[in-house]
């Protein structure tokens, strides 16, 4: 599924020696990949730039007990990063990220099914480290 | 490792107490080492598929078919019997009904 994104084209920000430098294709991007690479620790960097940027809002595991999808339709105009996503959501909540016009998403979980995604929708982190920073970039997973 | 409760990060070499390590390793760590339990693979990166797969012994539990995107053909077994799989649209409908 490709979309443009709503909320934003990019996002940058940097705490202690890590950076996020993220560019939106998608209104839905999917990070998936190998364990261990820094997928949780992207997550923790946006909910910390979550406290001053009201354009983010985080979800996890600890949400588990909530209604997400009573949750995700309150928003409006937000970048909705979910982890855990493969235990977070369900098919309601699935399809209505699916066909949401106000929000967009970062979803870090590998089950795609009822997000209606492609390829397209699919990103793993790419990581550079130098002079003890290290900066998370997002790459297409499968390459066109 | 470099105790028993700590890990060194990939990252900067500093070390973390070993609940920072990432899902897929605490999974597989858990899976090689409480075999009597069932443990849910579903936030597993592809390194540790890998890894769950190639194990001997343990149980792990996926309500959709999780496998690595690098493989191409399975061998399903339900109940003793086996078939290969090799189209993941076939995988899903073998998931589904095994």
Known sequence: MHSTPIVMDSYYTSHTSFVINFE???NLTILIG???TGKTVSYSLLLESGAEDDRIVCLNYRDIKKDITGLLKSYDGK???IDNADILLDQVSRRYIAFDTRNQYLIIGRDVRDFLATEDNLYELQ????NERTEFSLKRYLEP | MISKYRILSRFHDVSLDIDHLSTGCKTVLNVM????KVF????????????LYSLEDGQVYSDFPTISFYMNKVKAVCQGKYTMIDDYEKLKEWWNYA
């Open chain 2, 33 to 36: 080492y409480n075999p009597d």
């Open chain 1, 127 to 130: 990581t550079v480290t130098q």
């Open chain 2, 40 to 51: 849910c693979m579903k936030e597993c990166g592809e390194n540790a598929l890998d890894i």
């Open chain 1, 79 to 81: 970048l909705i990063v």
């Open chain 1, 34 to 36: 190998d364990s261990g």
């Open chain 1, 24 to 26: 939106f294709k998608n």
